[in-house]
């Protein structure tokens, strides 16, 4: 899918219900007649990764989406940032540019009063060419960040919900994975996130950017109060950039330090972390513990390399410390739903909700952030915020 799809809401939400009896196939449940209680894929969707021939079976980038001026200045010399993915050369990756998860939160960070948001994560689609290769994921990836009014929020709701909700833990979607990429399913589901999601809505445009070997760099664009977007300083810190390298390996890491009082930098290298005694590597755990955890830490006072490593790093320390699992904390997030079901994070992988390579990832905070958005969503208090007329379509 190259272009935007520009239905109405109305005819999107007379659309879903069309399909809506799909979502009864398989482990899917049919729209709720009930009050609105979505569960974790119902509102945070992880794309299946493509198969051969499905390149156009992901929303494609565009203009309506993200301007492909702001994505240029990725790899321009006069902004002095890195290009989204260094093996890619010169080669313009803006149209290789594929949607792959999407998140909704009715109060993002906790903000007063409440702003409803819609984050996208894209990736580019590898090959670059036409040659018939398998389709791959870079490890690049941007987020795209939506602030919605509460109507065309409630429209995306109710839009989802007629396709139906989707049991089971958060993973690559179940709907998604049972119904296929090419189905009517997928394509509805498709169009009511681009229908949400226009540009005069972006608020927020950040990237993960990868250099030739283990260099990870992350930045921030902002929206002023003019329309223009500038980078933003990075949480935590002085500067408009944050990076992370490790060329080390499962084993023998030698990841470089942050000097921040929230990361244990003694957990980045497999020598200082064996090197630790019990008591100091629980402290270590601890700080990692609370970067996971959406009730303690918030993601505007941490650096955006720290988050993006600590669950790798809490995997990876544990591993060198010779346990078969990471270490519990006290300062853990006390989670009701199912663990996510995806691979333990591995070594190198820094996504949060997206595919590093062919591997779908979840991060324990994503994870944890989206139960309390189900629960949210759930609550009297959100209905209660709504107009009447937009209540009664969550009831």
Same mark, same amino acid.
Request: glycine share 6%.
């Given at each position: 899918?190259?272009?935007?799809?520009?239905?109405?809401?109305?005819?999107?939400?007379?659309?879903?219900?069309?399909?809506?009896?799909?979502?009864?196939?398989?482990?899917?449940?049919?729209?709720?007649?009930?009050?609105?209680?979505?569960?974790?894929?119902?509102?945070?969707?992880?794309?299946?990764?493509?198969?051969?021939?499905?390149?156009?079976?992901?929303?494609?980038?565009?203009?309506?989406?993200? @301007?492909?001026? %702001?994505?240029?200045? *990725?790899?321009? =010399?006069?902004?002095?940032?890195? &290009?989204? #993915?260094?093996?890619?050369?010169?080669?313009?990756?803006?149209?290789?540019?594929?949607?792959?998860?999407?998140?909704?939160?009715?109060?993002?960070?906790?903000?007063?009063?409440?702003?409803?948001?819609?984050?996208?994560?894209?990736?580019?689609?590898?090959?670059?060419?036409?040659?018939?290769?398998?389709?791959?994921?870079?490890?690049?990836?941007?987020?795209?960040?939506?602030?919605?009014?509460?109507?065309?929020?409630?429209?995306?709701?109710?839009?989802?919900?007629?396709?139906?909700?989707?049991?089971?833990?958060?993973?690559?979607? @179940?709907?998604? %994975?049972?119904?296929? *990429?090419?189905? =009517?399913?997928?394509?509805?589901? &498709?169009? #009511?996130?681009?229908?949400?999601?226009?540009?005069?809505?972006?608020?927020?445009?950040?990237?993960?950017?990868?250099?030739?070997?283990?260099?990870?760099?992350?930045?921030?664009?902002?929206?002023?109060?003019?329309?223009?977007?500038?980078?933003?300083?990075?949480?935590?810190?002085?500067?408009?950039?944050?990076?992370?390298?490790?060329?080390?390996?499962?084993?023998?890491?030698?990841?470089?330090?942050?000097?921040?009082?929230?990361?244990?930098?003694?957990?980045?290298?497999?020598?200082?972390?064996?090197?630790?005694?019990?008591?100091?590597?629980?402290?270590?755990?601890?700080? *990692?513990?609370?970067?996971?955890?959406?009730?303690?830490?918030?993601?505007?006072?941490?650096?955006?390399?720290?988050?993006?490593?600590?669950?790798?790093?809490?995997?990876?320390?544990?591993?060198?410390?010779?346990?078969?699992?990471?270490?519990?904390?006290?300062?853990?997030?006390?989670?009701?739903?199912?663990?996510?079901?995806?691979?333990?994070?591995?070594?190198?992988?820094?996504?949060?909700?997206?595919?590093?390579?062919?591997?779908?990832?979840?991060?324990?905070?994503?994870?944890?952030?989206?139960?309390?958005?189900?629960?949210?969503?759930?609550?009297?208090?959100?209905?209660?915020?709504?107009?009447?007329?937009?209540?009664?379509?969550?009831?």
């Amino acid at each position: 899918m190259h272009s935007r799809l520009s239905l109405p809401v109305s005819l999107v939400g007379s659309f879903f219900v069309a399909f809506a009896s799909l979502a009864g196939c398989s482990n899917g449940t049919s729209p709720d007649s009930g009050p609105y209680a979505p569960r974790a894929n119902d509102v945070a969707i992880l794309f299946p990764h493509p198969e051969m021939g499905e390149d156009d079976l992901l929303i494609a980038m565009s203009e309506e989406l993200l @301007p492909a001026a %702001l994505f240029a200045q *990725l790899g321009d =010399s006069d902004v002095g940032l890195p &290009r989204l #993915a260094e093996g890619a050369g010169s080669t313009d990756v803006y149209p290789r540019l594929r949607v792959t998860s999407a998140r909704l939160d009715p109060c993002f960070d906790n903000v007063t009063p409440c702003q409803r948001q819609v984050r996208l994560v894209a990736q580019i689609l590898f090959p670059l060419t036409s040659d018939p290769e398998p389709p791959s994921l870079s490890d690049a990836s941007i987020h795209l960040f939506y602030a919605l009014d509460d109507e065309p929020f409630v429209n995306l709701l109710v839009a989802l919900r007629a396709l139906g909700s989707e049991r089971g833990p958060l993973g690559v979607h @179940p709907g998604l %994975l049972r119904e296929g *990429l090419d189905s =009517s399913y997928a394509q509805a589901m &498709r169009a #009511a996130l681009v229908t949400a999601c226009e540009a005069g809505t972006l608020t927020r445009f950040t990237f993960m950017a990868t250099g030739r070997s283990k260099n990870w760099f992350f930045g921030i664009f902002d929206r002023a109060s003019d329309g223009s977007f500038a980078l933003s300083t990075i949480p935590g810190t002085s500067m408009t950039s944050d990076s992370f390298t490790d060329q080390g390996s499962p084993g023998f890491r030698f990841g470089t330090p942050f000097a921040v009082s929230w990361f244990p930098d003694s957990l980045l290298a497999t020598d200082s972390t064996q090197a630790l005694s019990p008591t100091e590597y629980s402290e270590g755990v601890d700080r *990692l513990a609370r970067l996971a955890n959406p009730d303690l830490v918030s993601t505007s006072d941490v650096n955006c390399a720290a988050c993006h490593v600590a669950d790798t790093t809490r995997v990876q320390a544990s591993l060198d410390r010779g346990a078969s699992r990471p270490e519990t904390s006290a300062f853990d997030f006390p989670a009701s739903l199912p663990a996510p079901d995806v691979p333990p994070t591995g070594f190198g992988n820094l996504h949060a909700f997206s595919w590093a390579f062919e591997e779908p990832t979840v991060s324990a905070r994503t994870a944890h952030e989206v139960e309390l958005v189900v629960r949210a969503l759930r609550s009297e208090g959100f209905r209660a915020s709504l107009a009447p007329q937009l209540r009664a379509l969550l009831e």
